[in-house]
């Protein structure tokens, strides 16, 4: 099994930063693509930003140019730099992952989510 945490949420007014981090753990063979999602209430799980562990990275039209995704492959850590946020970035961040796990079990994760506000 594969655990991701999250970190970095909270409140933080419009044009601010805020910086997501989300570390896997576990019995972890490898990590494969890693990626941040966001949802809002009644509202389906939307892609923000992904990246594969060879480092291409892909970006929702909504994060390009704001929003900066980055990962640590030695601490299987992914990051989520977000700034000149404003309050339609107000939502539900949960991180997923794509691990091989011991013995050599592929699967999906995701975290708990972490809530970003914006206030205007």
């Known amino acids: 099994q594969v655990q991701l945490v999250e970190s970095g949420g909270g409140l933080v007014q419009a044009g601010g930063s805020l910086r997501l981090s989300c570390a896997a753990s576990?019995?972890?063979?490898?990590?494969?693509?890693m990626a941040w999602y966001r949802q809002g209430p009644g509202k389906q799980r939307e892609l923000v930003a992904s990246i594969t562990s060879g480092g291409r990275i892909n970006y929702a039209d909504s994060a390009k140019g704001r929003f900066t995704i980055s990962r640590d492959n030695a601490r299987n850590t992914v990051y989520l730099q977000m700034s000149s946020l404003k309050p339609d970035d107000t939502d539900v961040y949960y991180c997923?992952?794509?691990?091989?796990?011991?013995?050599?079990?592929?699967?999906?994760?995701w975290g708990q989510g972490t809530q970003v506000t914006v206030s205007s």
């Open positions: 576990g019995s972890i063979f490898r990590i494969g693509d």
């Open positions: 997923y992952a794509e691990a091989t796990t011991l013995p050599t079990l592929y699967g999906a994760y």
